[in-house]
C-alpha cells in the first residue's frame, strides 16, 4: 500500500532507540523526511547514518522550553512540519508517597509539558497547511494504572484528555491526534527485565513481546494521508494484556 507519504516533513522525539526510532525509520522507509531528536548526540548521529535521516536536534525535555526548541529548530530545518510524534522514555519508579516533589515536577515537564511545548510550536505551522497528524506514545499504564509507576499512571493518562481536547479544535483544520499505548515491546529497556518466556506468556495472551516495527507500521498509516478520518482514538498495541475499557 502505498501511504503518500513521500516529502512529508516529520519531527520522531526520542528517536535514537526503541519505539522512536523504529517509527522514525518506517516513517524515512515510507520516503519522508524525519528529524531525529534525543539528549545524546552521539546516539543520534550514528542512528541518523543509520536509517538515514534528514538530520536531528539534541535536547533535554525534562528541562523547560527545550522541546518548544527543538521543535522550533526542526521545523526550521526541514521548512515545515507534517508529522509530530511526541515520545518519552519511562520516569522512575515509586509508590505515590514515595515519590518527592522534585520528581513530580521533572516527570510533570518530561512527559506532560515537553508534549505541550512541542505543539505550541507545531500546531500553527498545520494550521496554516490545513494538514498535520500528531501522534503521542504513551504507555499502556495510561489505561490501567500499573504498579510502582505512579507519575506515569497519571500524567501519561491526562494527555488522553489533552488529544481528545485538541481533536475537537483542530480537525477541521485538516489535523488529527492519535495516542499509541505500547504494552511490553522488545526495546532494550524492557530487556533489561530478563523475562522469561513462561513470565511473558503469563502476562501476554499473544504469548510473546510486541516488535517496535509493528508499533510503527501503524504509526505511519495514522500519520499519512490515508489516517485522515481516524482522531482522537487511544489505540493499544499490546497483544490483548487488557481489556479495553
Given at each position: 500500500?502505498?501511504?503518500?507519504?513521500?516529502?512529508?516533513?516529520?519531527?520522531?522525539?526520542?528517536?535514537?532507540?526503541?519505539?522512536?526510532?523504529?517509527?522514525?525509520?518506517?516513517?524515512?522507509?515510507?520516503g519522508a523526511q524525519v528529524i531525529?531528536?534525543?539528549?545524546?548526540?552521539?546516539?543520534?548521529?550514528?542512528?541518523?547514518?543509520?536509517?538515514?535521516?534528514?538530520?536531528?536536534?539534541?535536547?533535554?525535555?525534562?528541562?523547560?522550553k527545550e522541546s518548544e526548541r527543538?521543535?522550533?529548530e526542526a521545523i526550521e530545518k526541514?521548512?515545515?512540519?507534517?508529522?509530530?510524534?511526541?515520545?518519552?522514555?519511562?520516569?522512575?519508579?515509586?509508590?505515590?508517597?514515595?515519590?518527592?516533589?522534585?520528581?513530580?515536577?521533572?516527570?510533570?515537564?518530561?512527559?506532560?509539558?515537553?508534549?505541550?511545548?512541542?505543539?505550541?510550536?507545531?500546531?500553527?505551522?498545520?494550521?496554516?497547511?490545513?494538514?498535520?497528524?500528531?501522534?503521542?506514545?504513551?504507555?499502556?499504564?495510561?489505561?490501567?494504572?500499573?504498579?510502582?509507576?505512579?507519575?506515569?499512571?497519571?500524567?501519561?493518562?491526562?494527555?488522553?484528555?489533552?488529544?481528545?481536547?485538541?481533536?475537537?479544535?483542530?480537525?477541521?483544520?485538516?489535523?488529527?491526534?492519535?495516542?499509541?499505548?505500547?504494552?511490553?515491546?522488545?526495546?532494550?529497556?524492557?530487556?533489561?527485565?530478563?523475562?522469561?518466556?513462561?513470565?511473558?506468556?503469563?502476562?501476554?495472551?499473544?504469548?510473546?513481546?510486541?516488535?517496535?516495527?509493528?508499533?510503527?507500521?501503524?504509526?505511519?498509516?495514522?500519520?499519512?494521508?490515508?489516517?485522515?478520518?481516524?482522531?482522537?482514538?487511544?489505540?493499544?498495541?499490546?497483544?490483548?494484556?487488557?481489556?479495553?475499557?
Open positions: 500500500m502505498n501511504l503518500n507519504l513521500n516529502g512529508k516533513k516529520a519531527f520522531v522525539m526520542g528517536s535514537s532507540t526503541g519505539i522512536g526510532k523504529s517509527i522514525a525509520q518506517s516513517l524515512i522507509a515510507e531525529l531528536c534525543s539528549r545524546t548526540e552521539s546516539s543520534l548521529q550514528k542512528t541518523a547514518e543509520e536509517i538515514g535521516a534528514f538530520g536531528y536536534v539534541c535536547g533535554d525535555l525534562t528541562r523547560p527543538m521543535t522550533l526541514l521548512g515545515g512540519l507534517d508529522i509530530l510524534v511526541t515520545n518519552t522514555g519511562g520516569p522512575a519508579k515509586g509508590d505515590f508517597l514515595e515519590v518527592s516533589y522534585e520528581q513530580w515536577q521533572t516527570d510533570f515537564q518530561a512527559l506532560w509539558m515537553s508534549v505541550v511545548e512541542s505543539l505550541h510550536a507545531s500546531l500553527p505551522v498545520m494550521q496554516k497547511n490545513n494538514y498535520g497528524r500528531v501522534l503521542m506514545v504513551t504507555s499502556i499504564a495510561a489505561k490501567e494504572p500499573l504498579p510502582g509507576l505512579t507519575t506515569s499512571n497519571g500524567l501519561r493518562a491526562g494527555l488522553e484528555g489533552l488529544c481528545k481536547s485538541l481533536a475537537n479544535e483542530y480537525s477541521s483544520h485538516g489535523i488529527t491526534f492519535n495516542i499509541l499505548r505500547p504494552g511490553y515491546t522488545n526495546t532494550d529497556r524492557l530487556k533489561q527485565l530478563n523475562l522469561s518466556d513462561e513470565k511473558i506468556k503469563s502476562m501476554v495472551p499473544a504469548g510473546r513481546l510486541g516488535e517496535p516495527e509493528e508499533l510503527a507500521d501503524l504509526a505511519c498509516f495514522l500519520a499519512s494521508p490515508k489516517g485522515g478520518y481516524i482522531t482522537s482514538q487511544c489505540i493499544s498495541i499490546d497483544g490483548g494484556v487488557q481489556k479495553s475499557r
